[in-house]
C-alpha cells in the first residue's frame, strides 16, 4: 500500500507520542533502580487501554481501531523510541489470533483485553533458541482428562500474564490452547534480562486443560505461523524506532562535542559512518512497512516479507547502537547516558521470536534455496 | 481514463507490439538501443520495438506530449513500468538524453532548446554524452578549466574532456566550461550543448579494466559554439549542472533496480546445488545472498517510497546522493556474490563456452559503478552535509 502515512494514520502517531511523554527512557532507568517487580509501569499500561491501542489493529467490525498492523507498528515504532515497555506487543498479536481464529469464549477473553487491559502472553519458545514448534510441552489424556506438561521460556509479559496463549503436542498433532495463568498446575518465574524487562520461564504440571478454549487443531500451524509473522513484523517497527531515535541522539551530539577545537560531526571519518548508518536506516524502515502493509493485504509473501525486516532491522538497530556508543565516547560506556539502554533493548528485542539468523535461515527456505 | 483500463491498453499494446526476443534479459552491449545517427538497429525485432515505443512517446512516459513524450501521469507510468517488468521487456531506448539531458532542459531550457532538443531525444535520433569530467576535476568537478571565451554570438571552447563515456559513438556532448574565472569556482560555470561534428572536437577511446573501450578522452581545439546553445544563463552552468546529477545519480540507482530481476540464488542453485533438506550445499555463502536479496528489496521498497515522497511533493535533492550510494555499492556486491556462485565459470575472461568472459566482464564494470556520477566517498559527503546537516 502507502509508504506515506494518511492523515489518520498520522493522528495516531502524534497520540502515541503524546501517551509516550509520560513514559521517557528515564522512566526505564526509575523502575529499574526501584526494583518494579513488573518492569514496566501499569500506569502507562492503563493509560494505553484507555485510549485503545490493545484493538488498535482489530478491524472496526470486530469492535477495534481498524488501523491494521500497520498501526499497530506505528504503536510499535513510537514506543521504540522512548524504550517503553508494556505489554501492547502481546497484546496486539493475540488481538488479531483471536480475531482470527478464537470461539466465543476466547472472544470474551479478547473484550477483557481490549476493555481492562488483561494481558494473554504467548508461550511458545522452549530453551534457548526460538523454534516456533514445541519441543518438549505436550498434552497427554490420562483418566479423561487432558493435561498439559512442558516448560516455555523466554515468554514476553508471562510474569504479568493473566492467560497463556500454549502451543503443545499432543498424538494428534500440535495444539493451540489458552490457559488461565493463576491455575494450579502453572508456575511462573522470571528473569531480568539486558533490556531491564522481565520475561517469563513458565512452567505446566499436569495442568488440567480440558475445559480451557482450544482452538481448532486445524489452524494451529497458521496460528503458528501468524504469530512468528505478526511478531517480528511488530518487532522491526519497535527496532525502527530504537535506530531512528539512537541514530538522531548520536547526530545531535556529533553536532555539539568538541574535540581538536573542532566540532566532532566534521570529522570526514565520522561524516561517512553516520551518512552509511542513514541510508541503512532508510531501507530498514521500508522493508518494515512494508511487511506490515502486506500482512494487512494477505500478501502472499508476507510471510517472507516478516523476516525480511526482521534480518534488517535487527542488523541495522545492532549497527546504530554500537555506533552510537562509540561515537559518544567514553560518556557512551557510562549508565549515566541513555544510549546504553538502547544498545540493550534493540539486542534483546532483536532476540525476541527468533533472532536474524533463525529469519535469514526461514527467509532463505522459503525462497526455495 | 480508470488506471485499469490504462492497465488494460497497456498489456494490449505490448503483447502486441514486444517481440518474445525483447523480452529476454540483456545479454551483450548491442542487445541495447542507443539512437543517434549512425545508430544501427540488431535486428528487426529490436527496431520494431523500439518504433513501437517512440510513437507512443513511451521512451520517455513523462515527458510533456507537446515534444512527443508520452504525457502519462505518475500512476500511469508506474502501470507502464510494472507492466514492462512482468513481461521482462527490454528498454527500448537507452540514452544519456533521457536520463540527464532531458530534465534539465525542461526545467532550465529555452522553449526553443526543448522544441530543438526533445524530440529527437524521444526518437532516438540524436544520442548525447556527458562532458563534465577533466583530469583535474573528477570529484572536485567546479574546478574545471576548459575555457569558453566569448566572440560575438559564439564562444571560443578549449580544453579537454577525460571518462567522457560513449564520446565516440554520440552526436551532441552536454558541456560544462569555464566563462569566469575571477570568482569563486562554483560561479564562473557555463553549460553548453556543442556539437560534436563541430571542426575542432575529437575523441579517444580509454580502455577499462574490463577490457573494453566505452568511454573517451574528448578534445577541443578552438571550436565555436553558438550562444544560443547555453542552457540557463552564462556564468551559472553550476545549478544546471548539479540538477542534472540528481536525475542521474536516480537513474544509476534505477539501472540497479532493473537488474535484479534473476535472484542471486537462481545462480547458485545451477551451479552448487541443493542438499536434501533443500538448502544450498555452500551454507556460507547462502547466507552471505539472502541477506544481499533482502538488502535488495529493502532498496527497491525504498525507491518506491521515495517516489511516492515525491509525489506528495517532496523534492528528491539530496536524496538521490543516498539512493546513488547504496545502489552502486548493492550492485558491486552483487557481483562478487555472483562470481562466488558460479565458481571458474565466472573469472574465465574469453572462449565461447564461457561467453566471452562476459560475468568477469560486467565484474569489473560494476567498480565503475560507485566512481561514475559522482563517487560514493562524494555521495556520503553530501548525504552528511545536506540531509544530516553535519559541519564542514
Ligand atoms: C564508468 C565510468 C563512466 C563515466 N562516465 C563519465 C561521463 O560520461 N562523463 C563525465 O563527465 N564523467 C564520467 N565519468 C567520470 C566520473 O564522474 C569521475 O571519475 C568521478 O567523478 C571521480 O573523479 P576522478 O576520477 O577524478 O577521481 P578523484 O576525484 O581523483 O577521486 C579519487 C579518490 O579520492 C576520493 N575523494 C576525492 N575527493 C574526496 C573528498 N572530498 N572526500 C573524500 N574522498 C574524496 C574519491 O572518492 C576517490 O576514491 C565516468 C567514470 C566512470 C568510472
Known amino acids: ?369 | 481514463m480508470s488506471l485499469e483500463v490504462f492497465r488494460k491498453e497497456v498489456q494490449e499494446f505490448l503483447k502486441l507490439n514486444c517481440p518474445d526476443s525483447m523480452r529476454k534479459p540483456i545479454m551483450e552491449e548491442n542487445d541495447t538501443y542507443w539512437g543517434g545517427r549512425n545508430a544501427k538497429f540488431k535486428n528487426a525485432d529490436q527496431e520494431k520495438w523500439f518504433h513501437a515505443m517512440a510513437e507512443k512517446g513511451w521512451t520517455t512516459p513523462k515527458w510533456p506530449k507537446k515534444y512527443g513524450g508520452g504525457g502519462l501521469s505518475n500512476d500511469e507510468a508506474r502501470i507502464l513500468k510494472k507492466e514492462m517488468e512482468k513481461l521482462g521487456c527490454r528498454p527500448p531506448l537507452l540514452s544519456f538524453g533521457i536520463w540527464m539531458l532531458g530534465p534539465a532542459l525542461l526545467k532550465f531550457g529555452t522553449e526553443e532548446q526543448r522544441e530543438q532538443y526533445l524530440p529527437d531525444i524521444i526518437k532516438g535520433k540524436v544520442r548525447w554524452c556527458q562532458g563534465y569530467s577533466e583530469p583535474g576535476a573528477g570529484s572536485d568537478l567546479a574546478g574545471l578549466q576548459t575555457s569558453a571565451i566569448a566572440d560575438g554570438d559564439h564562444y571560443i571552447v578549449n580544453g579537454q574532456k577525460v571518462w567522457t563515456s560513449y564520446a565516440d559513438a554520440a552526436d551532441m556532448i552536454f558541456a560544462l566550461t569555464r566563462t569566469d574565472n575571477s570568482s569563486k569556482k562554483q560561479i564562473g560555470i557555463t553549460f553548453l550543448l556543442i556539437d560534436m561534428l563541430s571542426e575542432g572536437v575529437s575523441t579517444r577511446p580509454i580502455k577499462l579494466i574490463s577490457g573494453k573501450s566505452p568511454f573517451c578522452e574528448t578534445f577541443f581545439d578552438n571550436v565555436k559554439v553558438p550562444k544560443a546553445n547555453v542552457v540557463g544563463d552564462e556564468n551559472a552552468g553550476w545549478t544546471v549542472a548539479k540538477y542534472l546529477l540528481t536525475h542521474e545519480r536516480a537513474s544509476i540507482s534505477g539501472a540497479v533496480d532493473a537488474d535484479m530481476m534473476t535472484p542471486l540464488s537462481h545462480y547458485a542453485k545451477k551451479s552448487i546445488g541443493l542438499d536434501e533438506q533443500g538448502t544450498l550445499n555452500d551454507k556460507v555463502l547462502r547466507g552471505d545472498i539472502a541477506e544481499w536479496e533482502i538488502d535488495g528489496a529493502a532498496f527497491k521498497f525504498t525507491l518506491d517510497r521515495i517516489n511516492q515522497e515525491m509525489k506528495a511533493g517532496q523534492a528528491i535533492g539530496a536524496k538521490s546522493s543516498f539512493m546513488k550510494y547504496y545502489g552502486s555499492e548493492l550492485n558491486k556486491k552483487k557481483y562478487e556474490l555472483r562470481l562466488q556462485c558460479e565458481g571458474l565459470k565466472a573469472h574465465a575472461w574469453s572462449g565461447e563456452e564461457y561467453n566471452e568472459g562476459k560475468i568477469a566482464r560486467q565484474f569489473c564494470r560494476t567498480k565503475g559503478n560507485s566512481i561514475e556520477g559522482g563517487t560514493s566517498e562524494i555521495q556520503l559527503n553530501i548525504v552528511a552535509k545536506h540531509i544530516l546537516g553535519l559541519p564542514s
Open chain 1, 1 to 369: 500500500m502507502g509508504y506515506i502515512l494518511t492523515e489518520e494514520q498520522e493522528f495516531l502517531k502524534d497520540s502515541a507520542k503524546d501517551l509516550l511523554k509520560a513514559a521517557p527512557v528515564a522512566l526505564v532507568r526509575e523502575l529499574r533502580d526501584n526494583n518494579n517487580p513488573n518492569g514496566f509501569s501499569m500506569d502507562l499500561w492503563d493509560k494505553m487501554v484507555e485510549m485503545g491501542w490493545p484493538a488498535t489493529a482489530l478491524s472496526e467490525e470486530s469492535g477495534g481501531l481498524g488501523f491494521g498492523l500497520r498501526g499497530a507498528g506505528i504503536l510499535m515504532e513510537e514506543s521504540g523510541k522512548t524504550l517503553s515497555g508494556s505489554p501492547l506487543l502481546s497484546t496486539l498479536i493475540v488481538s488479531k489470533i483471536i480475531e482470527r481464529y478464537g470461539n466465543s469464549m476466547m472472544k470474551q477473553i479478547l473484550e477483557s483485553c481490549i476493555n481492562d487491559g488483561k494481558i494473554v502472553a504467548i508461550a511458545l519458545q522452549e530453551g534457548n533458541f526460538y523454534s516456533s514448534k514445541p519441543k518438549s510441552t505436550t498434552i497427554s489424556i490420562a483418566n479423561g482428562k487432558a493435561l498439559l506438561n512442558g516448560e516455555k521460556s523466554m515468554v514476553v509479559d508471562g510474569h504479568v500474564a493473566d492467560y497463556f496463549l500454549v502451543t503443545a503436542d499432543s498424538e494428534e498433532g500440535t495444539y493451540t490452547v489458552l490457559v488461565n495463568a493463576k491455575s494450579e498446575g502453572v508456575k511462573i518465574d522470571k528473569v531480568q534480562m539486558m533490556d531491564a524487562r522481565f520475561y517469563g520461564v513458565v512452567s505446566f504440571n499436569d495442568l488440567d486443560i480440558s475445559e480451557d478454549s482450544t482452538f481448532n487443531p486445524n489452524d494451529s500451524k497458521n496460528i503458528i505461523g501468524d504469530i512468528t509473522n505478526m511478531a517480528n513484523a511488530l518487532l522491526s517497527a519497535e527496532l525502527i524506532g530504537i535506530m531512528s531515535e539512537a541514530f538522531h541522539r548520536t547526530i545531535d551530539y556529533l553536532k555539539e562535542r568538541r574535540q581538536f577545537g573542532k566540532i566532532i560531526g566534521s570529522f570526514q571519518g565520522l561524516q561517512h559512518r553516520a551518512a552509511d548508518l542513514y541510508g541503512e536506516i532508510e531501507v530498514s524502515k521500508s522493508l518494515s512497512i512494508r511487511a506490515l502493509d502486506a500482512l494487512d493485504e494477505n500478501d502472499f509473501m508476507a510471510p517472507a516479507l516478516c523476516s525480511m525486516a526482521k534480518v534488517k532491522s535487527s542488523k541495522v538497530a545492532q549497527l546504530a547502537t554500537n555506533e552510537g556508543v562509540q561515537m559518544f565516547g567514553g560518556i557512551g560506556m557510562t549508565d549515566d547516558e541513555e544510549i546504553g539502554f538502547f544498545l540493550k533493548r534493540a539486542r534483546v528485542a532483536s532476540l525476541l521470536f527468533g533472532g536474524s539468523n533463525y529469519h535469514l535461515n526461514r527467509y532463505a527456505k522459503m525462497s526455495g534455496y
